[in-house]
Structures are given as structure tokens and as C-alpha cells.
């Protein structure tokens, strides 16, 4: 950015500790009156070097690392990380295991989502939006937390299969939060469709074009809301997906709006996919047999090779790139992270936009700075 | 379109600058290209072959061969094939030229490969530090040869 200021020019600087921000990062904007004319991100006040530390930890310790990528969606960066593992190994989790795993992703998903909405309507000063869904997701986490024993950090995957099995009465106890998160859900919606205030703040606030979001390299909920139907979990099927019911959830409006619309229509296809897994639920082994792997492996040698490996988070495109070099550590982990571009992308989005609406803007992209650095 | 067409396009048009292509499975592919045509190829597989989609560029360090490597993931929104397109440099003077102006998300992705492993990207509008504090420039962290904690990260502290 320009350091030489015009006459009625400034720059303010939001952050590094700003209440709009989800983690720490410096926005500097350069304002003409209340216009933004020329914005930049700077990052790295969270950066842990978790790429450099999971070189240093054997395979078995890296999952709890990548828990830290970004607590919110832990079992789907775990997912990622045992994915990869798993297609070196050249092991696959039986089918059991793998309902689980989509069950629970499913359930990171639905909390995620709420959060992201909360935390939407809190930025733009609608404080009560976030006592109604942080309400519904501690319910939502109260279920994850019966099967892995946590709220947020679960480490509770493994390669070829999950440490623990579903306890008994899971499903008596997930079909009644499920079904009053599906209420609860049309209550939202019926709520941003009428409310003229929060109407005016996010309509045709920061839109994306279906070409610009895909030239800038979005992903996730603000690629969809363009009207492009880019979800891995369709695309590139891992797991069951393949074998399950669900839609990719599109608008055409592109703006804040559409963006939080479809982050709504995700959890609703979200709990139908949960459903149909309790239903669909398979007996038999959590790990696969008449292998050495399973929870009782602290080390395990991994065959060399290199994979690049792509899940679905809830902010978008998750993709992991792991070599190993056939030691009990891996070789060299690259993380690539939905929010990464899509940070990337906010000065662009917001150049020629009002102050006010970068709050609007940068919250409807659900946001998480740790990811971001890593 | 599939993979083997991908492959068989990408060799076809560059016969001398792509190395070793091949298909893992039918949504993975790789090949090695010269690092001077980098750029070239990159414009060619999202003008010719819809990858219009980059997931990452990365750096890896083989000390062993005295090389890093800068690898890019590139992938599409149209059909599932993603392509890892490796370029190999010399372990002292690492170059290669900027991919920013045919991927526009290159931009972090090369800063970051910049500063953690020393990887020049030549005509990049903006290089410097993005996560790294700009005292550490020049440690090089992600190097498989970099003493790290406490030797070099306390030093800036006592």
C-alpha cells in the first residue's frame, strides 16, 4: 500500500485485536472520506509453525497438532491428516468406522456453521443473533463431546479407523437436538428474511461474481453462494459420501446474504446426512482386522511416497500434500486451508465499500485467522 | 476430461520441458517441469485444460540431492483432476519465475514459500515476509538444515 496520503485521506488500521476479527490479524485501510480506497492484510501474529512441527512428531502425535490448526473443525483437519496416512498405508477404515467419522464431521460441520452465523451477527451489531445459536451448538457439542470425551480438540481419529466407539443411546440422544436444530433453523431463517435492518446490511454487501470468486481462488460456502457447485464432497468422494443423499447447496446472489443462506441450507443438509448414517449404521469392527494398526500403534512406519489429499471443511476446500520418506515421521506436510485464500481475497472484495461494511463483508466469511496462519 | 488426455495434451505441447508425467489414479496426476517453462505451462493448463483452480504452491527441501523443489497443486472447478507440477532448483541459488499473473492466489503461496524456504519468485509484485516476523528472513525455517529452537530462535532474545 501507498504510503503517500492525498488531501482528505487516511489510514486506520483494524486490529491486530479487533471485536470483528476472527483471530488476530492487521487490516490497514486507506480511506477517502468513509470510502475504502486501497486495503492490505498483514499476517502472522498467530503463526504456530505447525508444518514444521508435525516433521518432528511421529504420525500418531501429528493428530493432535493438526487438532490446533483451527479448533472449530478439528475432526476435519484430523480427517485430512489420517486420510493421507491412510493412503499411504495403502489401509482403508472399515465401513463401520467410516459412518462414524461422517457422523461426527457432519456434527463439526452443524457447529461450525452456527458459530459462524453468531459471530456474523454479532459484527454487525446483532448481538442477540449469537446467544440463539451458541444456545443450539453447545447442544450440538455436547454430542460430540459423548464420543470423543471432548468439546474442541477431540484427537479422536485413527489411521484405519477411531478410537472409540459410538457410546450407547448416541442415536435416542442425537435425534432430539437434531430435531430441534432443524426448528431452531427455520426460526433463523424466518428471522433474516424479515428483519429490514439486517436486510440492508448484508443484500448486495461485498458480492462476489461466480468468475471473480473463482479467479481469486475461493472456496466453500462464498464459492457456492455465486451459483458454482464446487463441494469435495461430491467432486472427489471420500468416505461414504458417494454412498449417501445430499445436495450441494447453491444462490445466485453472491453477497452476505446468500453467503449465510447457504451456510442455513448446509446445516439442514447436514442433519438429513447425519440421520441417514444413524439409520444406515453398519455392525462390526472399528479398526480393520488382520492388521497391526489400530489405537495400539504409537509407532507405525510409513511406506515413502507422496499424497495430496482434499477434504470439505466447513469454510471450504481443505487439502493436505504429506511425503514421507518411510520413517516414523513424516518428511515435509503442506496445509492448505479454505480461509487461507479467502483472506486473501478481502482487500479486493472490500475496495470501494464503506467502513461500516467491512464488518459485513469480512464476518459472512466465517472466518478463522489460526488457519489461516497456522 | 480425463487424466490420460490431460498427460497426453500437456507432453504433446511441451515435449522438452515436462519430465516424468504420470497419472497416480484417475484424479492424481504429476510431472516435472523445467523451471524456466513454469510459467508457461501454468498458462497453458488453465488457458487449454480448464485448471482454473490452484490449490497451493509449496516448497520442499531435499537435502540428500542438494535440490528443493517448488511443487504446485492445481486443480479445477470443472472436472477433479489435480496435477502436481514440480519444478526442480539448485539447493544455493533457488529461482523461479512468479506464477501471480495467471493465478492471482499465487501471491501468498509464494511469499510464504519465500520467506520459509528462501525460494525466489522473480517479477513477484510483492515479496516479502507474510507470517514470518522480517528479523527472520534469511533463517530459511522449513530447510531440513535450519537449527531452530533454542540455537537461532532465542538468540534475538538474550
Known sequence: ??????????????????????????????????????????????????????????????????????????????????????????????????YIRVILEELTRLQSHLLGMGEFGEFIGFMSMFMYTIREREEVLGLIDMVTGARITHSYLRFGGVRDDLPDGFKEKAIPVLNNLKKAINDFEEMFRTDRIYRERTVGVGTLTADAAKSLGVSGPALR?????????????????????????????????????????????????????????????????????????????????????????????????????????PYRVKIRGPYYPTLQALPPLIKGTTVADVAAISGSMDGCTSEADR | MDVTEILKSLTGKFPEAISEATADSEIRARAYVDKEKAKEVCQYLKDALQFDHLCSVCGVDYIKRNELEVVYHIASYDHPVVLMLKARLPRDSPEVESIVSVYWNANWYERETYELFGILFKNHPNLKPLVLPEDMLGEWPLRKDYEGFPNKTARNLV
Do not use: W
Open chain 1, 225 to 329: 453462494a455465486t451459483g458454482v457447485p464446487f463441494d469435495i464432497r461430491k467432486n472427489e468422494p471420500y468416505l461414504v459420501y458417494k454412498d449417501l443423499d445430499f445436495k450441494i447447496c447453491t444462490e445466485t446472489a453472491g453477497d452476505s446474504f446468500a453467503r449465510v443462506q447457504v451456510r442455513l441450507n448446509e446445516i439442514r443438509e447436514s442433519i438429513y446426512i447425519i440421520e441417514q448414517c444413524l439409520d444406515q449404521l453398519p455392525g462390526g469392527p472399528i479398526f480393520p482386522e488382520d492388521t497391526l494398526y489400530g489405537r495400539r500403534t504409537p509407532v507405525m512406519r510409513v511406506p515413502a511416497g507422496e499424497v495430496f489429499h482434499r477434504v470439505e471443511d466447513p469454510r471450504g476446500e481443505m487439502g493436505m500434500y504429506m511425503i514421507s520418506d518411510g520413517s516414523d515421521k
Open chain 1, 1 to 98: 500500500m501507498e504510503e503517500k496520503l492525498g488531501s482528505n485521506e487516511m489510514i486506520i488500521h483494524l486490529g491486530p485485536q479487533h471485536p470483528m476479527q476472527p483471530g488476530p490479524f492487521r487490516l490497514n485501510l486507506r480511506l477517502r472520506g468513509e470510502t475504502v480506497v486501497d486495503a492490505e492484510v498483514e499476517l502472522g501474529y498467530i503463526h504456530k509453525g505447525i508444518e514444521k512441527i508435525l516433521e518432528n512428531k511421529t504420525y500418531l502425535q501429528g493428530i493432535t497438532i493438526v487438532d490446533r490448526i483451527c479448533y472449530l473443525v478439528a475432526l476435519v483437519n484430523e480427517e485430512c491428516f489420517v486420510g493421507c496416512t491412510e493412503k499411504l498405508l495403502g489401509i482403508e477404515p472399515p465401513e463401520r468406522a467410516q
